[in-house]
């Protein structure tokens, strides 16, 4: 691990199953300007711990020594597939803290989350993520496991990860997720959420394809 040779002392423990401000503060501070001008998955992270699809067993922090640098939290999420639904994991917010990023953090927070997964017998893992991050975690692309989300769309953020062998074989599988993840929030709310932080400064940058009012 690449971590261990930065001489990190990496812990990887559960989430706070509660609201915590120290990892809203990491949430924020891991996708501040990255998608968006400033961001919003720490509202995201607010509104997922009080959603009953929020899995608190299968949500990890990292820390080095007593720092937290990064962590990845988990959902119920559902596959309907040949006139069945089935309950499968998501996960997201996943953010690593700007000074711990490409150091195997996010790896670390991955493999707990998919190792948990495995022992509590879930079948498979779908996100919309990063589509250049986690092919090399094993995360197929939709187009290869026939994966649409509920309406049927694709695009090279939605990937599958099989836990049960066969999961995605044969037929169809149609992907949705807790409703919590569709709230859209407008600028001045997520303006004053941020008022609770310590501030950040909002900058433009290539990449940020987040619209909001
Ligand atoms: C994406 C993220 C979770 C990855 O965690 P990490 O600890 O930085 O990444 P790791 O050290 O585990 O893996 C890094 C490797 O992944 C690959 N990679 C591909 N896309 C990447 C990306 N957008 N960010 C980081 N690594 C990426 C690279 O090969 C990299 O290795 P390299 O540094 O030798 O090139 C972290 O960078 C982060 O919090 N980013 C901002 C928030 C975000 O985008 N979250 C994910 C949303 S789905």
Redesign the pocket.
């Known amino acids: 691990m ?1 971590s261990d040779d930065n001489n990190m002392d990496i812990r990887i423990v559960l989430a706070d199953p509660k609201e915590n401000r120290d990892e809203l503060i990491l949430t924020e501070r ?2 501040y300007n ?1 998608y968006m001008e400033g961001c919003d998955e720490h509202i995201l992270l607010r509104d997922l711990k009080k959603a009953k699809e929020y899995i608190p067993a299968l949500s990890f922090v990292a820390k080095d020594g007593d720092r937290l640098i ?1 962590a990845i939290y988990a959902s119920k999420a559902f596959i309907e597939k040949g006139g069945k639904k089935i309950d499968i994991l998501t996960f ?5 803290d700007p000074d ?8 670390k927070l991955v493999k707990a989350l998919i190792d948990k997964a495995k022992k509590d017998n879930y079948p498979a893992i779908v ?1 919309t ?2 589509p ?2 986690y092919p ?1 975690l094993g995360f197929k692309s939709c187009y290869k496991l026939n994966l649409k989300m509920d309406d049927g769309a694709q695009f090279p953020a939605l990937m599958g990860y099989e836990l049960e062998k066969g999961f995605f074989a044969k037929e169809e599988s149609r992907f949705s997720l807790a409703s919590v993840f569709s709230i859209k929030h407008s600028r001045k709310e997520l303006d004053t959420f941020d008022l609770c932080f310590p501030p950040l400064k909002k900058e433009k940058r290539p990449g940020q394809w987040k619209k909001i009012d």
Do not use: C, M, S
């Open positions: 690449k891991a996708f990255v990064g997201g917010p996943l953010g690593v711990y990023q490409r150091k195997g953090v996010g790896e996100i993520g990063v250049t991050y090399h």
